[in-house]
């Protein structure tokens, strides 16, 4: 167990819909990242937060947002769904802004049927 | 820009054989961190190693060592007396140490391991 929990694991959904993965990071991390994994593109980093705010933006849609919440916990909310969204989403955690290297989750795998 | 190429997609060995599993970066900094990662077939991500651009020592761990070679962009896992148990994907990826703190991958390596 990484100690960084993602709910739900699997996710089954229909096109046009939306979704909430959620994230609670490693007692102490305050810094939370959001990966997706796709066949076509890889493992692509997608957003950073630290300590509620956001730190850095990767290659993330508009239809994605995300936001941390005061207990540190975050959600990564993707709206419009296409079937090219299909993915496993990871959530990581770290204890600071630019720790070099951090621990992932066991990530949430979408299917957008 | 930065860059981590792992070019074998896909190995196929008999248990027991060592493996090597290649990765070229590309990066202008001269501080970066280096990292290996293995994706068995439940999907997590485990974490193998973190080596630092000023620290070219090899590592041995177990069945598992790393070959860290500044001079070729390179750092190189291997895999000795492999075990079905190894069969997964296994990924390079690069971390800046300014900027943005995201992982590059490469595009990762899957491993099969033959009984």
């Known amino acids: 167990d990484s100690g960084v929990t993602q709910t739900p694991k699997h996710l089954i959904t229909a096109t046009g819909q939306r979704v909430t993965l959620r994230c609670s990071p490693r007692s102490g991390d305050l810094s939370v990242y959001w990966y997706q994994q796709s066949l076509d593109q890889g493992l692509q980093f997608l957003i950073q937060y630290y300590n509620g705010e956001e730190r850095a933006k990767g290659n993330i849609l508009e239809r994605f947002s995300a936001q941390q919440f005061p207990d540190l916990h975050s959600e990564l909310n993707l709206s419009s769904l296409e079937l090219g969204d299909s993915a496993l989403y990871f959530c990581a955690s770290s204890e600071g802004i630019s720790n070099y290297g951090y621990t992932f989750g066991s990530g949430t795998r979408l299917t957008v049927v | ?115």
């Open chain 2, 1 to 115: 820009a930065q860059k981590v190429t792992q070019a074998q997609t896909e190995i196929s060995v008999v248990e027991k054989e060592d493996v090597t599993l290649d990765c070229v970066y590309e990066t202008r900094d001269t501080t970066y961190y280096l990292f290996w990662y293995k994706q068995p077939p439940s999907g997590e991500l485990v974490f193998l190693i973190r080596r630092n651009s000023f620290d070219e020592q090899n590592e041995i761990s177990g069945r598992y060592s790393w070959n860290f070679q500044k001079s070729t962009s390179s750092f190189n896992f291997t895999i000795t007396a492999s075990q079905v148990v190894d069969s997964a994907v296994y990924f390079c990826a690069l971390i800046r140490t300014s900027g943005t703190y995201k992982y590059i991958f490469g595009t990762g390596t899957r491993l099969k391991v033959l009984a």
